[in-house]
């Protein structure tokens, strides 16, 4: 019998539950690899090879097919350029956003409809019900590990044909079933940093595709306290890395970026992590992409500004193509570049990026 669903197994421990629930169900499953970035042999980082072997024994125990796709020049093309050119101007983007849309529910999703399947499935936490026939993306019942804020600029179609097995499951709930059925990778250390590249020393691997571009570092009173070597290489409320230690005159608490002038190369710091800079309750964002295609008005609503963020109350205001977000209480550190989430009760409505805060009269 031809598969019914394509899961893309990771090499990790969610991807491997989700398959074998999916199996569970009665289910025709068959797995896919996604490699997204060529690595060479001197790459300490990149684990693909080991990915892959995890995820070859996995579908050893499951009894499943596997097949192995190359998405690394849709990786570069679509999501690892858009990222360059984001932080090329001080920005900070997030790359597991876009990779979400270009490549595992886009790319991944062309690929299994030329093996005449119309549906996929990933190991991410967060759920898809339909209200008619208008898919919504749903909060995962694991509200710490939700993932829902990376899955939130796909679109109805790619909703339509996705599969989330672990919407109803915890962390510790998947972990714990990997371990009574005896997968392989039921101990496997979670994966972080960048989507598909793995953790690096994040200045030292931009520096090889941006150049750097030092300039001063100011304190708000104009005082240069060091040198920095690229505004690309910091983000607002960033702590450390700064390179300034303790400076004659301050105490010795840590600095924070507050803002960031591409004009003149200067970047400002303060001790003050109560700066008005970085307390901010209004934010102007573009490119808003809301999933049931019509945007929710203005209402109350709640949002995140990061991933984990307990959500926030919040008002949107809409002035043709202009969007801004009013929060109820002042937002900490948020950076051009980065996505604010939106929320009406367990659903997600969609988001916009960052584009400035703005005072809030």
Not at 34 to 51: G, I, L, R, S, V
Not at 60 to 66: C, E, I, P, R, V
Request: charged residues 25%; proline residues 5%; glycine residues 8%.
């Amino acid at each position: 019998m031809p598969a019914q669903i394509l899961i893309g197994l990771s090499g990790g421990v969610d991807s491997a539950v989700a398959a074998w629930m999916l199996r569970e169900r009665g289910i025709e499953v068959e797995a896919v690899f996604m490699k997204n970035w060529e690595e060479d042999d001197t790459d300490e980082y990149c684990a693909a090879a080991a990915d892959l072997a995890d995820a070859q024994a996995v579908c050893d125990k499951l009894d499943l097919q596997l097949h192995t796709i190359n998405f690394s020049a849709e990786y570069w093309d679509r999501v690892f350029q858009v990222f360059l050119a984001e932080y090329s101007v001080g920005r900070t983007p997030n790359p597991d956003i876009l990779c979400n849309r270009e490549i595992k529910f886009r790319a991944f999703l062309d690929y299994a409809r030329t093996l005449g399947v119309d549906r996929i499935a990933t190991g991410h936490y967060a759920g898809v019900r339909f209200h008619g026939v208008t898919p919504e993306l749903i909060q995962s019942e694991d509200l710490d590990k939700d993932q829902t804020y990376f899955l939130h600029r796909l679109d109805r179609e790619q909703l339509a044909s996705a599969h989330f097995p672990l919407q109803g499951m915890t962390k510790k709930e998947t972990r714990e079933q990997a371990r009574r059925i005896g997968l392989p990778v039921h101990d496997k250390k979670d994966s972080t940093g960048i989507c598909f590249i793995g953790e690096r020393r994040f200045q030292d691997f931009l520096a090889n595709y941006i150049p750097a571009q030092p300039g001063p570092i100011v304190d708000s009173s104009g005082r240069e306290l060091g040198e920095h070597q690229g505004l690309a290489f910091q983000t607002i409320g960033q702590r450390t890395g700064l390179g300034i230690g303790g400076v004659s005159g301050s105490d010795e608490g840590p600095w924070y970026v507050v803002d960031k002038n591409l004009e003149n190369g200067q970047l400002t710091v303060t001790q003050d992590r109560n700066h008005p800079a970085l307390n901010v309750r209004v934010l102007e964002i573009e490119s808003p992409h809301w999933i049931a295609s019509d945007p929710p008005g203005e209402q109350s609503l709640k949002a995140r500004i990061r991933h984990r963020q307990p959500l926030q109350d919040c008002r949107l205001e809409q002035n043709g193509k202009d969007c801004r977000v009013h929060f109820a209480l002042p937002q900490w550190a948020p950076a051009p570049g980065q996505s604010v989430v939106f929320y009406l009760g367990e659903v997600c409505l969609g988001g916009g990026i960052i584009l400035k805060a703005l005072d809030a009269d």
